[in-house]
Nanobody, 120 residues
Framework: QVQVVESGGGLVQAGGSLRLSCAAT????????MEWYRQGPENQRELVAT???????NYADFVQGRFTLFRDNGGTTSYLQMNTLKPADTAVYFCRWKVWTATTGSVDYWGQGTQVTVSS
């Protein structure tokens, strides 16, 4: 079993910064994929950033150059550094780990979500 805990959301003024964290613990054999998503009050959940097993990181156009995804702790903790925040970035942010183990195969584990609110 894998546990995922997110933290770091909050209220910030436009132009400010926040750092989100997402830690995966438990029975982790291989991390195939790590992603950050967000869901605004009237929007569908959308992909923000991806970290692949090959060490590649990709970003959605709407955060390119402002957000940075990096990983630590042997790759099992992910951070989303968000700079130059805009009111349009207001959303609940979720992290997702695609983890493979010998007993379960490939399984998706989601964080509980953390609210980010950017005031104008």
């Amino acid at each position: 079993q894998v546990q995922v805990v997110e933290s770091g959301g909050g209220l910030v003024q436009a132009g400010g910064s926040l750092r989100l964290s997402c830690a995966a613990t438990g029975e982790i054999s291989i991390i195939n994929l790590m992603e950050w998503y967000r869901q605004g009050p009237e929007n569908q959940r959308e992909l923000v950033a991806t970290s692949t097993s090959r060490g590649l990181t990709n970003y959605a156009d709407f955060v390119q150059g402002r957000f940075t995804l990096f990983r630590d702790n042997g790759g099992t903790t992910s951070y989303l550094q968000m700079n130059t925040l805009k009111p349009a970035d207001t959303a609940v942010y979720f992290c997702r780990w695609k983890v493979w183990t010998a007993t379960t195969g490939s399984v998706d584990y989601w964080g509980q979500g953390t609210q980010v609110t950017v005031s104008s």
